[in-house]
């Protein structure tokens, strides 16, 4: 075989090395861009920050929300929370609060979102944090099945390394076309998001079969824990401790349908309940704070005409619990003027 001339061999590593640069500068352009248009609006860049949010769904949204110095209040949780309107807790406690509930998320997520708020609000004006039943998990690390962004609430190396991932790519493209239009459309700067007719839309409160569904007992079994301790007392007092003592905390069980409430006595009831009474213990570590117990057996539980599923309930009983939180709030506001 012939050997292959020096001159040829040096015109493939100079093509070689002017590719690989080409890609470094292509890669390097690309992440400087990136950071400047700063696609969810995280705040690392605002010279294109228009004070407004692009629509898009809670998961990413949370990002802007959370900075945003004009709520001094925030309801963080799941959908088993998500239809407490913000713009009523305002109304009722004359905090501004800001909706940052991101549906399918445990206490990990959940507290992500509040130590994103707390780097933003160094005195909260009142915080709301929903206990559902993901709380009460026996992993520690309370994984979930679903995705979900931690690089955008991270330091500044887990957001680097997030805007390497395409799907930022192609939001870091929409948000340029957003800024772009000058008919854009914005989404609700409050969070709040009223999903009770994507509900309807499917059936929920009408279709035989899901009414049906609703009045299916739940099983005895000692689900998800064997009775305590839990992990997540001790996370939530790690998370208590951050926030400053003269900020009320509520934190609210939120209801659940009648038939979904484990048999009195079973192992899955005394497990809950241990597992709430966790929760309480672990409150009584901030001086302001109180529980909004909605899993006490009240009669607005054993109406089905006020739920969609076991777990999920309507706008009727959302103002309800809303009044009761605000009530709360206002209550704890005046025992730190006492």
């Known amino acids: 075989m012939a050997a292959i001339p020096p001159s040829a061999d040096r015109t493939w590593r100079g093509f070689a090395r002017f590719l690989l640069l080409s890609v470094a500068g292509i890669f390097a352009a690309y992440l400087a861009l990136a950071v400047l248009i700063d696609p969810y609006d ?7 920050s228009r004070g407004a949010v692009r629509p898009q769904g809670p998961r990413t949204a949370s990002a802007v929300r959370g900075r945003d110095p004009a709520y001094t209040g925030a309801v963080i949780g799941n959908s088993h929370i998500q239809l407490i309107e913000p713009a009523a807790l305002t109304r009722l406690t004359g905090i501004p609060f800001v909706q940052l509930s991101v549906p399918a998320t445990g206490p990990a997520e959940q507290f992500a979102v509040l130590d994103w708020y707390l780097q933003h609000h160094a005195r909260p004006a009142a915080l709301v944090l929903s206990a559902d039943a993901f709380w009460c998990a026996d992993d520690p690390a309370f994984p979930s099945e679903h995705g979900f962004p931690y690089w955008l609430l991270g330091d500044w190396p887990d957001y680097l390394e997030g805007l390497i991932r395409f799907p930022a790519a192609q939001e870091t493209i929409n948000r340029i076309g957003w800024l772009l239009n000058p008919h854009r459309k914005n989404a609700a700067a409050d969070g709040w998001w009223d999903y009770e007719r994507n509900y309807l839309s499917q059936g929920f409160g009408i279709d035989p079969a899901k009414k049906a569904a609703l009045e299916k007992p ?19 007092r790690t ?6 003592a003269r900020t009320p905390v509520v934190v609210v069980f939120p209801p659940v349908y009648a038939r979904a409430e484990p048999p009195a006595g079973s192992p899955r009831a005394k497990a809950e309940a241990a597992c709430r009474s966790d929760v309480r213990t672990a409150l009584t570590t901030h001086p302001l704070s109180l529980v909004v117990d909605w899993r006490d057996g009240r009669p ?20 309800s619990l809303t009044t009761e939180i605000a009530a709360a709030i206002v209550r704890l506001r005046t025992q730190m003027t006492d």
């Open 42 to 48: 995280t705040g690392r860049s605002t010279l294109l």
């Open 218 to 236: 739940v099983g005895s079994a000692p689900e998800p824990h064997h009775g305590g301790p839990f992990p997540i007392a001790e996370r939530l």
């Open 239 to 244: 998370e208590l401790a951050r926030i400053p």
């Open 300 to 319: 607005e539980a054993a109406d089905p005409d006020l739920f969609f599923d076991q777990t999920h309930y309507r706008l009727p009983l959302a103002r």
